[in-house]
Structures are given as C-alpha cells and as structure tokens.
Antibody, heavy 125, light 110 residues
Framework: EVQLLESGGGLVQPGGSLRLSCAAS????????MSWVRQAPGKGLEWVSVISGSADSTYYADSVKGRFTISRDNSKNTLYLQMNSLRAEDTAIYYCATRDYDCSSASCLYYFDFWGQGTLVTVSS | EIVLTQSPATLSLSPGERATLSCRAS??????LAWYQQKPGQAPRLLIY???NRATGIPARFSGSGSGTDFTLTISSLEPEDFAVYYC????????????FGGGTKVEIK
C-alpha cells in the first residue's frame, strides 16, 4: 500500500526558512517522480514543484522559483522541500503527491493518484 | 499560463439528482484534463484523467467529457458521500509549463 507522510510544517516568521519532508513507503521510491502541491486555507490547489526519480530534473512554479528547492534521498525514501525567504502568501497545507505507476521522469508526473495527508505551514509574525 | 475557470462556484442539489460541473480553459488543453474530489480535512482524490478516463476505483456514476477548452464532470445520481469540492487540473505544455488547477466547485446538499 502506497503511503506518503509529510512532516516539518509549523509557524515561521516572514523571511524565515523551513524544510518539509515526505516519507514514502509501499512502492519503489526511486522509480517515481514526486511533486509538492499546496493549498492556502480555504483556497484552491496550487502545484509547487516536481522532481524526477533520479533527481536529475526539477521544475518549479514561478511563485516559488528561486526560493524553494525540491530534493530527494532515495536511500531514505524521502522527499524534501527546502523553503527559504518565506512570505505570508506561502501559508498553506503542503501535500506530496505521485502517480500510481512507475513514472520516473518528471514529465510524466502530471496527474496525482496518491497524496499525503499534508503538513501546515504558517508564515506570520 | 493556462487559466482554468470552473462554474458554478457552488451547486446546491439533493441526493439522487444529477450534477453537472463545468471547467473552461483559457486556451486549448486538448484532452489533458483531470478532475479531483476533495472533502473537508482530506487530500484531493483523482476521479478522472485524460478528460474522460475514470481513475482506479472510481464509481461509474462519475463521468468526464470535453476537449479543447470546454470540459464537464457529470455525477449521474448524487450519493451522500459525493458532496464535496471538485477541482479540474490541466497538463498542457508540461513540462515546463506549470500544472494548473481551477478554482473549484462546491457541491452542497440542498
């Protein structure tokens, strides 16, 4: 059974940093591209970033480019999102997500079958 | 960036009724469109991909149609568990074009 478990959320001041983690189990992690999707409180969904299975390819939404860095440790079956220079508008639940078949290339991760339960990031002074 | 506009924002219906949700793209996305359902406090669930293909385990009362710029999600007969928020999502120009979601339609009990 595929399981994705996010952690690392919390309260941070504007301009601060935070690193989110997503622990994966139930599938061959290195064979799957992974994404982060966020949702501001009471708002819709926003795709944030994607990384290929081998970590050789990454893409970002314009809203986070240059501030966020996606990475992964395939030996630990864990996905990360390093968030720097945080702004109030980054306040959201952050989900990690992937597909339901071997999809190693970032380009094939364009629909999301599996989602974690999310971790809340609040940026406020 | 392709913008997806969903309508209506809220749909008030009774169990057993038919629900028709619309998603319009600012430019053609071919059939590269998905639909998700989200209930309060839960992560989204993929319902439809490729405009009309049901995801694994999705009941047959959910169907998707459309191509180009106009898409529809139909729930043929609403069950109590179907009252939720529904989002469309497109993947045209991916990558590196961003994946984008519509603003959502809330299906509420009348």
């Amino acid at each position: 059974e595929v399981q994705l478990l996010e952690s690392g959320g919390g309260l941070v001041q504007p301009g601060g940093s935070l690193r989110l983690s997503c622990a994966a189990s139930g599938f061959t992690f290195s064979s799957y591209a992974m994404s982060w999707v966020r949702q501001a409180p009471g708002k819709g969904l926003e795709w944030v970033s994607v990384i290929s299975g081998s970590a050789d390819s990454t893409y970002y939404a314009d809203s986070v480019k240059g501030r966020f860095t996606i990475s992964r440790d395939n030996s630990k079956n864990t996905l990360y999102l390093q968030m720097n220079s945080l702004r109030a508008e980054d306040t959201a639940i952050y989900y990690c997500a992937t597909r339901d078949y071997d999809c190693s290339s970032a380009s094939c991760l364009y629909y999301f079958d599996f989602w974690g339960q999310g971790t809340l990031v609040t940026v406020s002074s | 960036e392709i913008v997806l506009t969903q309508s209506p924002a809220t749909l008030s219906l009774s169990p057993g009724e038919r629900a028709t949700l619309s998603c319009r793209a600012s430019q053609s996305v071919s059939r590269y469109l998905a639909w998700y359902q989200q209930k309060p406090g839960q992560a989204p669930r993929l319902l439809i991909y490729g405009a009309s293909n049901r995801a694994t385990g999705i009941p047959a009362r959910f169907s998707g149609s459309g191509s180009g710029t106009d898409f529809t999600l139909t729930i043929s007969s609403l069950e109590p568990e179907d009252f939720a928020v529904y989002y469309c999502q497109q993947r045209s120009d991916w990558p590196p074009g961003p994946l984008t979601f519509g603003g959502g339609t809330k299906v509420e009990i009348k």
